[in-house]
């Protein structure tokens, strides 16, 4: 089991830049996956960025590819979040999600953390 706590949203002008991050705890953060995903009002959840357990693979929605940046670091049971050049349609609820390796099934969820871009 792991638990997921985002930090790191805010409101911020288009073109700027925030870094999320999710903190894991509990045991065996190394054997999950993790990716981010976000919820927009009126919109369903989207597929944002994704990670390998390892860090060694990541994925990204076509959305925000070449803007944002996803890593992890095993050794601080953190994952985060890099968004760059950010614009209005960035807004939403950022959610840290993970799941276990050899699956691509995300099972555990943090509670968000909004980000709002103006402009």
């Known amino acids: 089991q792991v638990q997921l706590v985002e930090s790191g949203g805010g409101l911020v002008q288009a073109g700027d830049s925030l870094r999320l991050s999710c903190a894991a705890s509990?045991?065996?953060?190394?054997?999950?996956?993790t990716g981010w995903f976000r919820q927009a009002p009126g919109k369903g959840r989207e597929f944002v960025a994704g990670?390998?357990?390892?860090?060694?693979?990541?994925y990204y929605a076509d959305s925000v590819k070449g803007r944002f940046t996803i890593s992890r670091d095993n050794a601080k049971s953190t994952v985060y979040l890099q968004m760059n050049s950010l614009k209005p349609e960035d807004t939403a609820v950022y959610l840290c999600g993970a799941g276990l390796v050899g699956t691509h099934e995300f099972t555990y969820w943090g509670q968000g953390t909004q980000v709002t871009v103006s402009s």
């Open positions: 509990g045991r065996t953060f190394s054997d999950y996956h």
């Open positions: 990670v390998s357990s390892s860090g060694g693979s990541t």
